[in-house]
């Protein structure tokens, strides 16, 4: 009776302290959900959801504060994407959420006067220049997130649309007429 | 005939319509007042251009340049003046503009000086970059640059294929090309095997050209191969021939190279022997039109001749016909505009017309029947990449290797509800490809946003440290002060430097006190009233007087 207490008490401590000791050396750091989420968001960083940035925004959603459907420039697409990564059903962007084609930003270089603010807030640092020299923008780097549009004191800075061209055309979803069976 | 040759699986035998075509030698079209050159010729990056509106350009002079690794020159089919580099019609699915130099020839046709490359000799690599800069690119419809596939490191091509198939219909060009200008041909696959090192040498050509045959095995040297495959299309697809030749599979998501050979086309071969043996960049490339036309036959233009002036030396399309297709009817598009110029890439124009092209009927509900699979060259499932494109589902669609399919068209040729396959298939990879770019794109963003954040972080800290180090520092010397106050007066320096302040300050108050109005000396009476009046009414209003400082804001 006792023997067969102590063996199990024994496994049972054995066992737990495996646990235990597996517990601390493959100790998942980050929230695997997070990361995920955040892959699927568009980076942007934006902030059009309210979230300083996209990662802020996964982990609130992540932890159950923030709905899915508040990302713009991920679009419906986006939506779907999340919602099947958690489980729940898609719904349309949320209200006064608009998704916009991509853009860029461009800075009128005739106007710009140096000032350095729009280079504090673009959260990619895809704007160049210094104090009192003229600023411009890598547009390969562009998220057009639209942040640097409110800070510039001289209104400088417009989005344009990126337009497509041979090399970003793509192929339409094929169009065909279904012979109709009487 | 020694060499066994191994067949694919699949295929199809549709109508030749070559005769049409391939009659007639090959006519060399004369000069025209007016060029459209894209900058975009080839697969890989665009062209930077080298001329601005306004310049005066040679024949053979390089307007674009190469840009990044997989890029190719462009040049000025003749003498003239650039009139604009500006977006253009091209000839394109899309129907979409690029950019493009438009230049007016001024009909002298003036080359600038070609030197001809001593390939023998030439460091491998210079050669390359001279290749590139000759804006070599294959012209068997893929157009990717020639000087990247002529090289051999880290590739260990044993075998050279040339590819005189030519399976798609209506096309004769290079049937043609390999009748009239064999022995330039096989000059060309000469530099191509020097500068590959390939122990052997296949030129693969169908076997319904026999003229084509007889005059390649007439120029071909005794370590030239020239082999008849059996006619079925696509065997000019570059990894079909590769297997009916040497029976070596590409292995999925790979390249010929991958099983030690390298394909060009023949024109690309003529092409190369021009360069080399002549100095002469890519001006010209020989195109098939036909179809609905006058005179159909194979024309020599050169790049960037409208295809209206195209269809015209053909005599023009004939009354009735309803539309132009770039390339053969099995992998060709409807070109949008004939506005559009000759490129590289552009092999033949046929007119269409509703007898030789009719209407395509309805399409029915797939009812799973197999036919394109059996048709299908690559062995692939053209009905399961169906059903996953259709719905969009475009991870499934490449888990059945979306991404091996040539776009051959055999399954739509074969599908009995006629349903437009190869549509679909290009429709998912370019949803693919655009959703890759948009990844990468997030990626890049992610990175360069945590490094602002990094950064930011890091400067506040460097800031604080600072503070904290400035702060330490003048607690220090307030300690030191409070100690020893004695020592501090003592210190000679300070003391030097005080003295000169306190004598400097002092010069400054006497000179002041000296100065005197110099206006206020012999004046009359009755100005020296007014004076004394004002110096009253300053005095009684309490004002700032002349003798001391201008009152001050608190500081």
């Known amino acids: ?182 | 005939m020694s060499r066994k040759l191994f067949t694919c699986n699949g295929g199809v035998h549709p109508e030749g319509h070559k005769d049409a075509s391939s009659g007639t030698p090959i006519v060399i079209l004369p000069l025209l007042p007016r060029y459209v050159v894209p900058l975009r010729q080839h697969i890989g990056a665009p062209a930077r251009a080298l001329v601005r509106a306004g310049d005066a350009v040679l024949r053979g002079q390089m307007i674009g340049a190469a840009e990044g690794y997989v890029s190719t020159a462009a040049h000025a089919p003749t003498s003239g003046r650039v009139v604009a580099v500006e977006p253009h019609e091209v000839p394109h699915p899309s129907g979409l503009t690029d950019l493009c130099v438009v230049i007016e020839s001024d009909g002298l046709d003036q080359a600038v000086e070609f030197q001809p490359l001593d390939w023998r000799n030439l460091d491998p690599s210079a050669l390359r970059n001279r290749i590139r800069d000759l804006g070599l690119a294959g012209l068997g419809g893929a157009v990717f640059p020639s000087f990247i596939k002529l090289n051999p490191e880290g590739a260990g091509i044993d075998t050279l294929i040339l590819n005189g198939a030519e399976c798609e219909p209506w096309i004769t060009c290079d049937d043609r090309l390999m009748r009239e200008r064999a022995a330039e041909i096989l000059q060309g696959v000469a530099v191509m095997r020097h500068m590959l090192g390939a122990r052997e040498v296949l030129i693969g050509i169908e076997d319904n050209k026999p003229e084509a045959l007889a005059a390649m095995r007439a120029a071909a040297a005794a370590d030239v191969e020239v082999v008849a495959v059996p006619t079925l299309y696509p065997t000019g697809g570059g990894k079909q021939l590769t297997y009916i030749l040497t029976g070596r599979e590409t292995p999925t998501g790979g390249r010929s190279t991958d099983v030690g050979v390298q394909v060009f086309n023949v024109g690309t071969a003529y092409a190369l022997h021009r360069a080399v043996a002549l100095g002469e960049p890519m001006l010209s490339r020989v195109v098939t039109v036909t179809g609905h036309v006058a005179a159909p036959g194979n024309y020599e233009a050169r790049l960037g001749t409208p295809i209206t002036d195209l269809l015209l030396a053909a005599g023009g399309a004939l009354p009735g016909s309803i539309g132009k297709l770039v390339g053969g009817p099995m992998m060709g598009f409807d070109l949008e505009d004939n506005a559009a110029p000759l490129t590289k890439a552009v092999n033949c124009i046929i007119v269409k017309h509703s007898s030789l092209f009719p209407a395509k009927p309805a399409v029915l509900p797939c009812i799973r029947c197999g036919a394109c699979a059996r048709a299908c060259p690559a062995d692939l499932q053209p009905f399961e990449m169906y059903w996953f494109a259709r719905a969009k589902d475009f991870g499934k669609a490449q888990s059945y290797d979306l991404f091996d399919c040539i776009e051959c068209g055999c399954c739509s040729f074969v599908c009995p509800s006629h349903i437009p396959l190869v549509d679909f298939f290009r429709f998912a990879k370019s949803e693919i490809w655009e959703r890759e770019r948009h990844k990468h794109d997030a990626d890049q963003a992610r990175a360069r946003h945590e490094f602002k954040e990094f950064r930011l972080e890091r400067e506040k800290q460097e800031k604080a440290e600072k503070l904290a180090a400035k702060v330490a520092e003048n607690k220090a010397r307030d300690a030191a002060a409070a100690a020893g106050v004695a020592e501090t007066a003592a210190d000679p320096e300070a003391e030097r430097k005080k003295a000169i302040l306190q004598a400097a300050l002092d010069r400054a108050k006497k000179a002041r006190e000296g100065v005197t109005p110099r206006n206020t000396e012999n004046l009359p009476p009755a100005v020296e009233k007014q004076i004394s009046e004002i110096e009253a009414r300053r005095a009684e209003s309490g004002a700032a007087q002349p003798e001391t400082d201008p009152p001050r804001a608190e500081s």
């Not at chain 1, 697409?77 to 916009?100: D, I, M, N």
């Not at chain 1, 639209?146 to 417009?158: G, K, N, R, S």
């Open chain 1, 1 to 182: 009776m006792f023997s067969a207490i102590l063996v199990m008490a024994g496994i049972g401590l054995v066992l737990g302290g495996v646990l235990g000791w597996a517990s601390i050396k493959f100790r998942v750091d980050d929230d695997p959900l997070v990361e995920k989420i955040d892959a699927i968001l568009p980076q942007t960083q934006c902030g059009q959801c309210g979230f300083p940035g996209c990662k802020p925004y996964a982990e609130a959603i992540a932890k159950g504060e923030a709905d899915i459907n508040k990302c713009p420039p991920g679009g419906e697409e986006g939506v779907k994407h999340l919602a099947e990564l958690l489980g729940v059903e898609p719904k349309p962007l949320g209200e006064g959420l608009e998704a916009k084609p991509k853009a860029v930003a461009v800075i009128d270089e005739n106007m710009c006067i140096g000032c350095t603010l729009c280079i504090q807030a673009c959260p990619v640092d895809a704007i160049v220049g210094a104090a009192k020299q003229m600023h411009v923008i890598v547009a390969d780097q562009c998220t057009g997130c639209e942040l640097c549009l409110p800070p510039c004191p001289v209104d400088c800075i417009h989005m344009e649309v990126i337009k497509e061209d041979v090399a970003t055309w793509k192929w339409r979803y094929p169009i065909h007429m279904m012979k109709r069976v009487e």
